[in-house]
Every structure is written in structure tokens, then in C-alpha cells.
């Protein structure tokens, strides 16, 4: 077995400083190589031909002039070339990482893994403008040389644990607890794969083996929608979400990305069966897609297709001018169709409704409330009954453990109130009395008022809408295909706010939002309005803020106790309204702006009272105010 020589290109790297960095990501790849068990000779083959890339692309840059290196092209080679070479260097990391099971089961990916990493450092050359004849350089030979040289490896390597039941399962490495998931994982593998290729026939022995030593087998090939752990790369360290049911986690599946459940350890295995028998068959564009599942995995997990728009509260604080009402009746849509296949959400809100590619609503979580009910079941419940969905968005009767398909239509009003307003439904009341208010006095929402919910769609037909789906008797409710209808019509006639209009609104919010120091409700007004502080800081502008309810959010401070400038006491502004509080500083540091570039321009006037006068005078024949304070420099 030949050997690298990963300083070989220390001389030639040493003129080219630009170069670095990537002799530092090839030294990474030759330290995820030595940990390489199998597939040894094909990953070695890539790392050779990464520092033989490398030292052409050295030579290359040595001889270009200072110019040349600093055009955009060049800028964008480099950008192609830190892409490829890392994303080989953390290919080669995660098969370092395999154990030698998963490295049978998942053949085929890293076979496509390594010929990709090839296809890339081809890239690379032609980036760069070099000969092709020296990115062919026999690399094709070698790494058949190198793809037989492991089959071979894999040929001894079975002579030693055939008939070897303690070889065999050292050489797997699994414990008591993942021999079921195993053997599901080899069962369907083998039942995938018809040819009799070295690695079939090893998956054989050790299904074999694991039977025999375990004490189970199952007949047949698993159902088509097992997914085992062995199946995926989990990234541990992108974490999506996490809530009542478990954590979310991003992975990659057959080259997909994808969203992994992962259950708590007190998921019922036997409740999760029969969900997962259900959600196979189900397809529609607003309800999520589910790929596949694991119960025997300690703890389960559930595949489905990943949204990286993210959930819809999310997304619309990204996105404020996003149409609600077209929302809110692909929700609709989504909720009609899992009723009509008799699936119950039982925990509908604003996270479990993603946004997928094409900006349309998808439905996610369906079904997991029997689940957790399940595992509720033997423990009380802290709220009246058995109540596996959230507080606030649940129905009075879902509170005291019923649950039926009216339970969803409630969820939806509170879902639909939480869209417009942004805020949880009945964030005023305390969850000590939430139970007594809402489930036994049937407490109802009240309708927000302000003209920014008006314009997302809050209409009165909108409002008559989340009143009768929140009726507290479940059978006065309307079904999911009345909701559809209505919200189809409302749609119709429905014009979203103009993006500009929105953001505007959320800058005067932000800049109150900032002064109390807390979050920004638009994340893309957010510099404008941190620009905004240092101006009010140095204007000598003092905010007079009333004091905050902190479960109230910061768009419901009332206006008529909206923050006022203290312009020494001769202009009131206590009950300005705050767009046009907001403007008056605008224009505050306008003129600030205006004063300090004319002086930095020509320097103090001899006759600072000229000056003062001058801009005393333009500030108040623009604002209507006396200007009481004294700009920089004055």
C-alpha cells in the first residue's frame, strides 16, 4: 500500500501564499484517511490527486502577474476551489466515521460520494485553466487499480468472519439495543440488492449472525418506509427545532436533505405503527411528505422531506407582506384532506405549518398527539385530562381529553389569530388560570383592532370566520371543507399590503422595540434601526418610555402612551403617533447630519451665532419646533 507524502508541495505551496489555507484542508483530508478502515485505497486515491491538483494549480499561480490573481474570475476560482476542496475533506471525515456495518449498507452512496469528489477536483483544474491531460494523469487507471485493491480487501476480510459469529460481531459493533434496527437495516439491503456483489454476501453472514446471537428474525423483506439509522448521515450539530414530541435535526437520505424526528425514549412503538402505516399512503401538496420511519431505533425517528423556509412564524417575520389569507386557506386545504383520511393533528399552531420551496403552506406534525397520548395515558395530566397539544391553542374539550376532528377546527382559530397578530392566542392570561377561564367559562378571544392586522387580511369576514371555528361547543363548529370554502372566497377578493408599506410599519415598531431592548419584529430593518440610536444618543434625544408588561408585545404599546423626546420641556409629544414620532427624528438627524458635513466642509464660521441662528431657524421651518437642543460642534 503506497503512502502519501502530504509535504511534498511544501516548497511550491510556499510561493503561492494564497494557497494556504487549502494545503492545510488537504492535510485534513490525509487525517480523516488514516482513519479509514475500508474503501482505504479509493479514499487514498482522491487525497493523491487533491495534493496533485493543488501543486498544479501552485505552479500555475506562480507564474501569473499580481494583476491577474486580483480579477473577479480569479476571486471566483478560488471561491470554487475552497467549495470543492471542503466539502471532499467532509465527505471523507463521515467516512471515517462509519463502522464497518454501515460502510456495507451504504456502498452505494460512498461509491457516488468518491466518484463526485473526482468530478470536483476536475473542476478545479479547468477553473484554473489547466491542461486537461494533466487532470486526466492516469487518475482513471489508479483508481481502478485502487477499487479492486479494496474488493480484495473485502474478499479477505469475509474469509476471516465467515463462520466466526465473535468476529463477526466485533467487527459490527452493535450493542443489545440496536440489533433489531440492524437486522431490519441488512433485511431490507439485501432485499434491494438482487446481484451477488462482496458486500451482499457479508450483509448475509452477519444477518446470520445477528439472528442467531439475538434470537430474532423477521420474515420477509421490512416494509417499504423503514428507514434505519444506518440509512442516514444525521448532523448532530444543526439542530431545526425541538418540542413536546422531540428534537428536529437536520440529515441527508439517498443524497437528500431532510428533516429527522427523533421521538423521546417514551414513544410507544406500537402508537407510532400505526400512524406511520397511515401517513405512508398520503399525498398532498400541503401536507408535508413523509419519506420514512424507525421504531425500532432507540429512540424512534421519522423522515420527511426538509423546508428550509422554516415554519410559517418564522417566515413571516422574514416576510411581513406575505399573503395571510392564501395562508391561512392552504392550511385550510391541507386540514380538509388529512380529515377526509380520518387523521386528527391534534396540535395545529404557526410551527407546524411550514413554507416549502414555492412559498405554499404545508402541514406538518399530523397525528403525533395519539402518540404522545399514548405515553400520557399513564401519567396525569396537569391541566384536567389527557392533553398532548399545546396550551394555548387548544380547544376546551381537547383540555379535558377528548379528542375529535372539531379539536383541529378550534386549533385553527387560535392558528389563525396567531397568523395575523403575531401573538399567541390569550397571551393575557396566566397559565395558573388558563384551564378555568377558557375550558370552564369559555373565555373567548378579543378582536384586535389596529389598522396594520386590518391590512393583513383580519376582515370582519376573516373575524366571523375564527369566531365560529373557536365556538367552545365542538359541535357547533364548522368542518374543514366549510373553512376551505370560505377562506377561498375570502381570498378572491384579498389584496396583500405592498412589501415597502410593511416594512415601514415594522421600522417604527423596531425603533421602539430597540429603545426597550428587545428584539426586532423585522429582522431586515434591523441596521436601519440600530443606525438609528447612536443619532438619538448624540443628539442628546431622551426616550420617555412607559413601563413595559412583559408578556404584552412591543406593537400593543398603546399610542397614547407611546415614548415622547424630551425637547426641554417646550414641545409636547406625549400622544404623537409614532409614525409621525418617528419621522421628526428622521428629520433630527437629517439636519444633525446636514450641520456636521457643512462644517466639516468649511470649517467653523468665525460667527458662531450666525451659524447657530441659520440652523435654529431651518430646523424649526421644517419641524414646527423650537430646537432646544445644541448639535456636535456648537
Not at 479494496?150 to 459490527?172: H, I, P, R, T
Request: aromatic share 8%.
Amino acid at each position: 500500500m503506497s503512502t502519501i507524502n502530504i509535504n511534498i508541495l511544501q516548497p511550491t505551496i510556499n510561493i503561492v501564499s494564497s494557497l494556504h489555507p487549502y494545503l492545510t484542508i488537504v492535510k485534513a483530508m490525509y487525517d480523516a484517511y488514516s482513519q479509514i478502515s475500508d474503501n482505504r485505497e479509493q479514499c487514498r486515491s482522491v487525497v493523491e490527486r487533491a495534493e496533485r491538483v493543488l501543486g498544479a494549480i501552485s505552479d500555475e499561480l506562480s507564474k501569473m502577474d499580481d494583476s491577474v490573481k486580483e480579477e473577479e474570475s480569479m476571486k471566483r476560482n478560488f471561491y470554487t476551489l475552497d467549495q470543492h476542496f471542503s466539502h471532499i475533506r467532509e465527505m471523507l471525515t463521515k467516512i471515517s466515521k462509519m463502522n464497518f456495518l454501515k460502510v456495507l449498507l451504504r456502498q452505494d452512496d460512498i461509491k457516488r460520494s468518491l466518484a463526485d469528489a473526482h468530478v470536483r477536483l476536475t473542476d478545479c483544474l479547468q477553473c484554473f485553466q489547466i491542461s486537461s491531460q494533466f487532470a486526466l494523469r492516469s487518475f482513471q487507471n489508479e483508481y481502478e487499480v485502487a477499487r479492486q485493491a479494496d474488493a480484495s480487501d473485502l474478499q479477505n476480510k469475509m474469509k476471516d468472519l465467515e463462520g466466526n459469529d465473535a468476529a463477526m460481531m466485533e467487527a459490527l459493533h452493535i450493542n443489545k439495543n440496536e440489533m433489531m434496527e440492524a437486522i431490519l437495516a441488512m433485511q431490507k439491503n439485501i432485499s434491494e440488492h438482487v446481484s451477488s456483489t462482496i458486500q451482499t454476501k457479508i450483509l448475509k453472514h452477519a444477518l446470520s449472525t445477528l439472528q442467531r446471537v439475538s434470537g430474532r428474525s423477521f420474515g420477509g423483506a421490512p416494509p417499504p418506509w423503514v428507514i434505519s439509522s444506518y440509512d442516514l448521515e444525521i448532523d448532530d450539530e444543526s439542530p431545526l427545532g425541538e418540542g413536546g414530541f422531540g428534537s428536529v435535526k437536520r440529515g441527508t437520505w439517498n443524497g437528500l436533505s431532510v428533516a429527522v424526528k427523533v421521538m423521546t425514549k417514551e414513544t410507544s412503538q406500537e402508537a407510532l405503527l400505526r400512524e406511520v402505516q397511515i401517513w405512508q399512503h398520503l399525498r398532498h401538496d400541503h401536507v408535508l411528505p413523509f419519506y420514512g420511519a424507525c421504531i425500532t431505533s432507540s429512540p424512534p425517528f421519522i423522515v420527511s422531506r426538509l423546508l428550509e423556509n422554516g415554519n410559517a412564524i418564522n417566515y413571516l417575520r422574514r416576510n411581513p407582506a406575505f399573503n395571510r389569507v392564501k395562508l391561512m386557506h392552504e392550511v385550510a386545504l391541507g386540514m380538509t384532506y388529512l380529515h377526509h383520511m380520518n387523521i386528527i393533528h391534534g396540535d395545529l399552531k404557526g410551527v407546524n405549518i411550514l413554507i416549502d420551496d414555492s412559498c405554499k403552506a404545508v402541514v406538518c406534525d399530523f397525528g403525533l398527539s395519539k402518540v404522545k397520548q399514548h405515553a400520557l395515558s399513564r401519567a396525569p395530566s396537569s391541566i384536567g385530562g389527557q392533553s398532548p397539544g399545546t396550551l394555548r391553542f387548544m380547544s376546551p374539550e381537547q383540555m379535558m381529553g377528548k379528542l375529535v376532528k372539531a379539536t383541529d377546527v378550534y386549533s385553527y382559530a387560535m392558528l389563525l389569530y396567531e397568523i395575523f397578530t403575531g401573538d399567541v392566542p390569550f397571551y393575557t392570561i396566566p397559565d395558573a388560570t388558563f384551564f378555568v377561564l377558557v375550558a370552564q367559562q369559555h373565555t373567548r378571544l378579543t378582536r384586535p383592532v389596529s389598522e396594520k392586522v386590518l391590512k393583513r387580511g383580519l376582515s370582519d369576514e376573516m373575524w366571523n370566520l375564527l369566531w365560529d371555528c373557536s365556538d367552545p361547543e365542538d359541535e357547533y363548529r364548522p368542518t374543514f371543507d366549510g373553512v376551505r370554502m370560505r377562506t377561498e372566497q375570502m381570498m378572491r377578493f384579498f389584496v396583500p399590503p405592498k412589501e415597502q408599506e410593511v416594512r415601514d410599519e415594522n421600522e417604527i415598531t423596531d425603533i421602539f422595540a430597540a429603545l426597550y431592548g428587545e428584539e426586532p419584529v423585522d429582522p431586515r430593518t434591523e441596521a436601519e434601526t440600530a443606525a438609528f440610536l447612536p443619532y438619538l444618543a448624540r443628539a442628546d434625544v431622551k426616550p420617555i418610555l412607559p413601563e413595559r408588561n412583559a408578556k404584552q408585545p412591543i406593537r400593543y404599546v398603546p399610542l397614547s402612551t407611546a415614548p415622547a423626546l424630551d425637547a426641554g420641556g417646550e414641545v409636547d409629544v406625549a400622544r404623537m403617533r409614532q409614525s409621525e414620532l418617528v419621522k421628526r427624528i428622521r428629520m433630527q438627524v437629517s439636519l444633525q447630519e446636514r450641520y456636521f458635513e457643512s462644517q466639516m466642509n468649511k470649517g467653523l464660521s468665525q460667527n458662531k451665532k450666525s451659524d447657530e441662528d441659520f440652523w435654529r431657524s431651518e430646523y424649526r421651518n421644517q419641524l414646527g419646533m423650537p430646537w432646544t437642543w445644541k448639535p456636535w460642534g456648537i
